[in-house]
């Protein structure tokens, strides 16, 4: 059996790892995660990415996730120091391929986030 995983996997860890790293101290970043991406569809990446960047709290920190992620090792933008200075330098084809994992890690961490996180109108335990 091999020990190599696929990226599906590598990018479902690192989406879960994002979530246990702020669990207890969220209001509302799970909301804020289940709103980007329809945001990233009708704006796209940069656009999106861009109000996130300029928001405090949890927006930022959403920002800071998905930042890490898309310019991390495994990431369309490897080795990019920041997340719009990857998008404003790169072509077209490396934006498309970003947006399209933006969206894919999104998936998992929404998931992860409904799993982990108090939702609104979730009552007090």
Request: charged residues 30%; hydrophobic residues 35%; contains cysteine.
């Amino acid at each position: 059996m091999s020990t190599k995983r696929i990226h599906e996997q590598v990018r479902a860890e690192d989406a879960l790892a994002k979530v246990k790293l702020i669990r207890g101290t969220e209001d509302k970043y799970g909301s804020y995660v289940n709103s980007l991406p329809a945001s990233i569809v009708m704006n796209g990446l940069g656009q999106a990415m861009a109000t996130e960047a300029s928001s405090k709290g949890e927006h930022k920190k959403l920002y800071d996730n998905l930042s890490t992620w898309l310019c991390g090792e495994d990431g369309p933008y490897r080795g990019g120091s920041d997340l719009l200075d990857s998008i404003v330098k790169n072509g077209q084809e490396d934006y498309l391929r970003a947006q399209a994992e933006a969206l894919a890690w999104l998936n998992w961490h929404k998931k992860f986030c409904r799993a982990y996180l108090k939702q609104d109108g979730d009552r007090s335990d």
